[in-house]
């Protein structure tokens, strides 16, 4: 599996863009990139994912450089409801399973 | 459209005991997954159905925990005998079948499992 590197904790204004950033530099050719967020103690809920182009849906934006090495999940106007853990994930490729593998994510915290 | 189910949301037994889970998943979903996350772990993935047939159970702990899915609709998950460590939260997660890696899960809100 192609592991991901996301950092711990961010803060953002509520109101502003929220930028979270994730390191896949692993990635293989047919392995996509999801983000998956939990608000507090509920399930992991979908936000988004992509294969090599840019994505954008209702909630957010998915940008993925050239090298497919990185990527950012960018929220446009960050409410406190947004405030959860965001998990970056590779989906794994192998035996016709596309298991999630969960890291310890990113603590997003929307400020007032 | 409903969403993934799960019953019951909480539930305390004592070590020892038998529990078992179920899962709802959306309607139409061929793919239908659980994971959990014990205190302080991350979410860790147990085993996955594709209709009724068990695509992959790498992720089972041990021959404690057995998954039924008999008629590819709801699942169970029974924990026998339960042990202090199964304590935490089960997930269920169902996606629709396209034979890709293109198809996001949806989850349900958990079980919290409690064994004293």
């Known amino acids: 599996d192609a592991k991901t590197t996301q950092p711990p904790s961010m803060d953002c204004a509520e109101g502003r863009a929220a930028n979270l950033p994730c390191n896949h530099s692993t990635i293989s050719g047919n392995e996509y990139v999801y983000w998956y967020r939990q608000i507090h103690s509920q399930g992991p809920q979908y936000i988004i994912h992509g294969l090599k182009n840019n994505e954008t849906n209702e909630m957010a934006s998915l940008i993925i450089t050239e090298d497919r090495k990185s990527s950012t999940l960018i929220l446009p106007h960050a409410t406190l409801r947004d405030t959860a853990v965001y998990y970056c994930i590779v989906t794994h490729s192998g035996a016709g399973s596309y298991q999630l593998t969960f890291g310890k994510g990113t603590k997003l915290s929307v400020i007032p | 459209e409903a969403g993934v189910t799960q019953f019951p949301s909480h539930s305390v037994i004592e070590k020892g005991q038998t529990v078992t889970l179920r899962c709802d998943p959306i309607?139409?979903?061929?793919?239908l997954y659980w994971y959990r996350r014990v205190m302080g772990k991350e979410i860790k993935f147990l085993l996955h159905?594709?209709?009724?047939?068990?695509?992959?159970e790498s992720g089972m702990p041990n021959n404690r925990f057995l998954a039924e899915r008999t008629g590819g609709t709801y699942s169970t998950l029974k924990v026998q005998p339960a042990e202090l460590e199964d304590s935490g939260v089960y997930f269920c997660?169902?996606?629709?079948?396209?034979?890709?890696?293109?198809?996001?899960?949806?989850f349900g809100p958990g079980t919290r499992l409690t064994v004293l």
């Open positions: 997660a169902s996606s629709l079948e396209t034979g890709l890696a293109d198809n996001e899960q949806f």
């Open positions: 159905f594709v209709k009724e047939s068990k695509q992959d």
């Open positions: 309607s139409g979903h061929d793919n």
